[in-house]
């Protein structure tokens, strides 16, 4: 989500998207949703297709940018399969102006979103995320 913190240089409460290296901040706040549950949208980082809906995927991770304060994460789209150890879930796509959603047998745009969530074991043993593994945090 982000971050709060009061830089000694300006000595005025900011919030940020990302920490800027070398910041120091007595005050320093970071705000993260930990709800295992959680529904969130993901681009892609290649076409997907109608049946990639409902599968499991993994996670490109690259560096995000600092000039507009945006992670570059996507959604891994080479990855959708049942593998249950995939990080996300497919649940559906989003149709809008900056994302063309496939139809049919015809595929979405280069970079489509998703509405994705932690991909979790229904027995909550064998779960991508923390909160709900068996053997605690």
Same mark, same amino acid.
């Given at each position: 989500?982000?971050?709060?913190?009061t830089?000694?240089?300006?000595?005025?409460?900011?919030?940020?998207?990302?920490?800027?290296?070398?910041?120091?901040?007595?005050?320093?706040?970071?705000?993260?949703?930990?709800?295992?549950?959680?529904?969130?949208?993901?681009?892609?980082?290649?076409?997907?297709?109608?049946?990639? *809906?409902?599968?499991?995927?993994?996670?490109?991770?690259?560096?995000?940018?600092?000039?507009?304060?945006?992670?570059?994460?996507a959604l891994? /789209?080479?990855?959708?399969?049942?593998?249950?150890?995939? @990080?996300? *879930? $497919?649940?559906?796509?989003?149709?809008? @102006?900056?994302?063309?959603? @496939?139809?049919?047998?015809?595929?979405?745009? /280069?970079?489509?979103?998703? $509405?994705?969530?932690?991909? /979790?074991?229904?027995?909550?043993?064998?779960?991508?995320?923390?909160?709900?593994?068996?053997?605690?945090?």
């Amino acid at each position: 989500m982000g971050c709060s913190y009061t830089p000694s240089t300006t000595n005025q409460k900011t919030f940020n998207t990302q920490w800027p290296a070398s910041t120091v901040a007595s005050d320093a706040m970071a705000y993260v949703i930990d709800d295992p549950f959680v529904v969130f949208q993901m681009q892609g980082d290649e076409a997907l297709n109608t049946t990639d *809906r409902g599968l499991n995927a993994a996670v490109v991770q690259t560096a995000g940018s600092t000039s507009i304060g945006k992670s570059k994460n996507a959604l891994d /789209a080479s990855t959708p399969a049942t593998t249950n150890t995939l @990080p996300l *879930r $497919i649940l559906d796509f989003v149709d809008g @102006p900056d994302s063309l959603a @496939p139809v049919g047998t015809t595929a979405s745009d /280069a970079f489509p979103d998703v $509405i994705v969530k932690f991909n /979790a074991a229904s027995s909550g043993s064998a779960s991508n995320h923390q909160y709900l593994n068996a053997t605690g945090l």
